[in-house]
Structures are given as structure tokens and as C-alpha cells.
């Protein structure tokens, strides 16, 4: 006998609209995973007509804010000020924006909207507001008060991520000496999304059709849509210092005839086109955050796997490095200091960030020699799944268990009502 909807328990019912919510989701981050999407903050605070108007005012401010330079109450216009101090309780003054998000220029441009607001709340406020955890670590007290005028980071790293595999008997096919980079190569060639960023980017960085701009767009899409252990293998493969060919194939992956400037410009002249643009000046600090040494021992801020995503983020966008030769593995922004007056020690500190960054170039030798290690034992099975063991995802929370388990105990509890 099958009961009406009418004649279910009251507990049945409940326990029913409990379990509606979770649904099995997509194991991705989206915007709704976030644990303060700028996009959802900007939504609730046109909820509220007085957070509304402030943030509106503000956007009219940010060209005359807009600078990587801490902010002084004294320099703010008496408006934007006032403004600034409406929104120190809201959402947005600890929002962020995640890599992957469908919306990233849009969140990216209301982070950068709210920025201003965020230095001066940072400077006036003893009381940290409720939505927002002050700095915990010294990446983020770096943001504050650091020398090199960094910031909290735009992005909010994902908690998920699925092991690699592949299946190394497939290389089969190439020769037993071949050097890794090629190998790599070919791995990306036999997974159907990698060949077909990859092909993008080709085409779009080749000689005869090169359009810088069209160039770096597709860089950026190869870069953030690849899987991550492809993208890294592709440009962090490992070679033998004297394997002058790998070493250029390495040196080749980001087509550095067409991505980079045809002339080589002022270190802070690419900064200035850099910072006007919400995505590069994000990966820029992000980068300076995440791959930033504390101290003069060279004490990293965060973990390697976290500078080297930040690194790959900056292919692409107007900061783009890469490695200076084929016979080592040290990297750099193709720019100058010449001529920079009296912004020279500036200038040097910002090249200096990338051509002599011990936390980035420990982060690049242990990857290589993860990458190095991964073809030099014997796999019982061909078909292996990847996992470092910093970075192991086991250890991680797996957003489909709470669902699982939910959905166990409802059962269980359906059945003994029932």
C-alpha cells in the first residue's frame, strides 16, 4: 500500500525537505562554494539602499584611488572617504573571486571597485568588521604593511582537486631517450582538452598569424582551463643541462616570439599597463603574495604548490615571464631597468621579484624534480594516478561526503519511521 504526500509523517516530510538542499552538486568550486563571492556580496548590498549608493559612489573614485601604493586618509577625497566608512560593515570589504569562476572579470572588477574601501578601512579601523577575519598570516600582514605594497589576494584557492592520471604506456611510441619535456608533450597531445588548448594557442601564437593580444588571450585560456599537472609538465619538464633542445622546447612552450613584447620595454612601464586591468593586476599580486620571502633567509610566505599557480596565472597577461635560456631554469619578465631615473630601485625591486625569487625558484626545482621522478621508476600499473604528496587531495574535504552521508542517515531514518 503507497501512502499519499497527506499521510507521511511530519518527521518523514521534514526529513525530506532537509535533504532537498544538499543535492549531489558539482564537485567544483562555483560562485556559490565561495565563502564570500564579490558577486554575491555586490548582490546583497544593492539589497540595502544606503550600501547601494555608497558603492556606486565609489566606483566614480577608484580612477582617482587606483594605485598599488598604501592609502593615506589625507590623500582621499572628503567623498570617497565617507563612502569608504558606509561599507566597512558590508560583504564586500572581505569579498574574493575564484580562477575559474564564470564571472572573473566581473568579480575582479568589484574587488578592484571595493579596493579603496579596504585600504582604509585597513587604516582607520581597530575593530576588524564581523564579515571579515583580519590577517593570520604574514602573506596577508605583507598586504598591510610589507615592502613590497602587496595585498590580500583576489583569489580564493579551491579546496577540491582530482588525482592525475595517465597512462604512461602510451609513450611507447616515442623513443626511449627522448627527454621529458617531449614526453610530457606527448602526454598533453593524448588528452583530447589539453592537444585542443594547445592547438588554440598555436595557431593563435604562430609566425605568419601572430596577434600579440589574440596570442596571450589564448595562453590565458590554455593556462586556466588545462588540467593543472599538464599545464605544469608542459612548462616545468625538467632537462639535462647540456640538452640544449629540451631546454629550448621548454623555453618555446609560451611562443615568446609572438607573447612577448617585439621590444624590450621599462620593468615599470609594464606594470603601469598592468595595473589598469583587473586580471592582470590580480595575478600580479597574487603572485607577489604567494611567491613572496618574508625575511632576508628567503622564509617563503605560503606553500610551493601555491606560488607556482600564481606564477602560471601571470602567462598570458602583461607580466608574462619566462625562462631566459635553454640551459638553466631561471625565469624573468622580458624588460628592462635602463633609463628608469630615479624609479630605478623600484624598478630592480619589481625585476628582482621574479629573476632572483628564492621561493619561486625552489617551487620550480621541486616541481621538476617531482616531474623527473615521475619517469624514472617502474610502474606496475601503466595507468597511474598522480598525486603529490603536499598537494594530496585525500586529505582534503570531498564536498560529495557530507551528501553521502546525509543521504545514509535519511534512509535510515525514513525506514524506521516509515
Sequence with gaps: MVRSAS???PQVILLLLLLLPLGAGDPLPTEGRLRNSCIQARRKCQADPTCKAAYHHLGSCTSSLSTPLPLEESSVPADCLEAAQKLRNSSLIGCTCYRHMKNQATCLDIYWTIHPARSIVLLNCRDWPGTWNPPTSASQTAGITGDYELDISPYEDPVTRKPWKMNLSKLDMLKPDSD?????AMLCTLND??????????????????QRQVCLGQLRSFFEKAAEPHAQGLLLCPCLPTDRGCGERRRNTIAPSCALPPEVPNCLELQRLCLPDPLCRSRLTDFQIHCHPMDIL?????????CLRAYLGLIGTTMTPNFISSSNTSVALSCTCRGSGNLQEECERLERSFSHNPCLMEAIAAK????SQLFSQDWENPTSSI?????????RSQPWVPFLFSCTCTLILLW???
Design 193 to 210: 582538452k589539453c592537444d585542443r588548448l594547445r592547438k588554440g594557442y598555436g595557431e593563435a601564437c604562430s609566425g605568419h598569424r601572430c
Design 387 to 395: 598525486i603529490e604528496h603536499q598537494n594530496n587531495p585525500a586529505l
Design 416 to 418: 524506521s519511521l516509515w
Design 368 to 371: 621538476m624534480h617531482y616531474h
Design 7 to 9: 499521510q507521511l509523517p
Design 180 to 184: 621529458l619535456c617531449l614526453k610530457f
Design 298 to 306: 628567503g622564509t617563503c610566505a605560503t606553500e610551493q604548490s601555491r
